[in-house]
T-cell receptor, first 115, second 113 residues
Framework: DTGVSQNPRHKITKRGQNVTFRCDPI?????LYWYRQTLGQGPEFLTYFQNEAQLEKSRLLSDRFSAERPKGSFSTLEIQRTEQGDSAMYLC?????????????FGPGTRLTVT | QQQVKQSPQSLIVQKGGISIINCAYE??????FPWYQQFPGKGPALLIAIRPDVSEKKEGRFTISFNKSAKQFSLHIMDSQPGDSATYFCAANPSSNDYKLSFGAGTTVTVRA
């Protein structure tokens, strides 16, 4: 059983550049979540997919952020015109719709540094 | 504003001792309370979780105590080991919005050998 995987693990970019992260959930998990975690804080919810439908977006997700899950499997998170305040760990999680559907399993995260 | 308040921010315990982390919440709609363990550079790993229909849940050396009337829950780590040194996060979400976990700020636990 492979867990949630995320790529890249680290990304350094210059302010103003666009970046894209990928998340591969646990196979057959139909729910996928994106969170952001800054140093010394707990993860903060960004957005959520059930299959390919994006059902909720946090107010933290400005219009520079876009997430997709085109075939209900992997997901991408794109940040356009990055700012230094975007520097954080971006975490992806997935869960099944069975039993305790609340159980979210996290990937290792993508650490973004904007210089 | 944080919907789940966690304390202490950090703690140091001797090997074999008990680590206790406390969390409090206000939203009475919360009905799922997981704890996550996170090592540096890694994503959070689900450790143990509880629903409010029970007051305690134990898995190995980890125990969650839940007090619904006080809107508080805590994690006890018995016989703490150096490998338990990590940051622990409590979280909560309501069944009506089961997609959105609200996390506490985290507690860094250091277990001294």
């Amino acid at each position: 059983d492979t867990g949630v995987s995320q790529n890249p693990r680290h990304k350094i970019t210059k302010r103003g550049q666009n970046v894209t992260f990928r998340c591969d959930p646990i196979s057959e998990h139909n729910r996928l979540y994106w969170y952001r975690q800054t140093l010394g804080q707990g993860p903060e919810f960004l957005t959520y997919f059930q299959n390919e439908a994006q059902l909720e977006k946090s107010r933290l997700l400005s219009d520079r952020f876009s997430a997709e899950r085109p075939k209900g499997s992997f997901s991408t998170l794109e940040i356009q015109r990055t700012e230094q305040g975007d520097s954080a760990m971006y975490l992806c999680a997935s869960s099944s719709g069975q039993g305790w559907s609340y159980e979210q399993y996290f990937g290792p995260g993508t650490r973004l540094t904007v210089t | 504003q944080q919907q789940v308040k966690q304390s202490p921010q950090s703690l140091i315990v001797q090997k074999g001792g008990i680590s206790i982390i406390n969390c409090a919440y206000e939203n009475t709609a919360f009905d799922y309370f997981p704890w996550y363990q996170q090592f540096p550079g890694k994503g959070p790993a689900l450790l143990i979780a509880i629903r409010p229909d029970v007051s305690e849940k134990k898995e190995g050396r980890f125990t969650i105590s839940f007090n619904k009337s006080a809107k508080q829950f805590s994690l006890h780590i018995m016989d703490s080991q150096p490998g338990d040194s990590a940051t622990y996060f409590c979280a909560a979400n309501p069944s009506s919005n089961d997609y959105k976990l609200s996390f506490g700020a985290g507690t860094t636990v250091t277990v001294r050998a």
